[in-house]
């Protein structure tokens, strides 16, 4: 039997987003539209979706907190546990630590994971990150000082960190 995940959407422009969570926590966030197809069912095969803003009313909540520059850390429970495999789900504890308005790069990620083999296997695995801002992989950047791509384009990626920037020295 296919497992619910909940669903809901929100816009904050120039976006409206696609969030999901199972009973446990948020497990997606994407664009309206990407829940008919990919990639939130190459995430999760053999998910019902069902439409229920009470359950996702949290996430919205916070994500347009962030988005206000009101939210620095994100505190609703997240589930990625049936997400990648152990290392991809590792790579992204890492990612999920970094603070608010700084970046690091893929080959940082990379030191602090044992058993990573390069930063092109870290770089993969915060490709596939489920649940952008709310595990912040906009901020993990080339050594380059470029900030590399992103699922919701490079344009987007610099948005984020220029957004988190501008709030850093915020008091709220």
């Not at 206000?68 to 495999?85: C, H, M, N, W, Y």
């Not at 990620?109 to 912040?136: E, G, K, Q, Y």
Request: aromatic share 12%.
């Amino acid at each position: 039997m296919a497992e619910v995940f909940y669903y809901d959407y929100v816009t904050i422009k120039p976006w409206t987003y696609f969030l999901t969570a199972s009973e446990f926590g948020l497990t997606y966030v994407g664009l309206k539209g990407d829940e008919t197809v990919s990639p939130i069912f190459s995430f999760y095969t053999h998910r019902m979706l069902v439409r229920d803003p009470k359950k996702l009313a949290p996430y919205v909540q916070q994500l347009k907190e962030y988005f206000a520059g009101t939210r620095k850390i994100f505190d609703v429970p997240l589930d990625i546990s049936e997400f990648g495999t152990e290392f991809q789900r590792r790579a992204l504890s890492v990612v999920e630590h970094i603070p608010y308005g700084s970046t690091i790069t893929y080959g940082d990620v990379a030191t602090s994971l044992p058993d990573a083999t390069s930063s092109r296997s870290v770089a993969h695995a915060v490709a596939l990150n489920p649940v952008l801002m709310f595990i912040p992989d906009h901020r993990v950047i080339l050594s380059n000082d470029r900030v590399g791509t992103y699922r919701l384009g490079q344009k987007e990626k610099i948005r984020l960190i220029e957004l988190e920037k501008s709030h850093l020295h915020d008091n709220s």
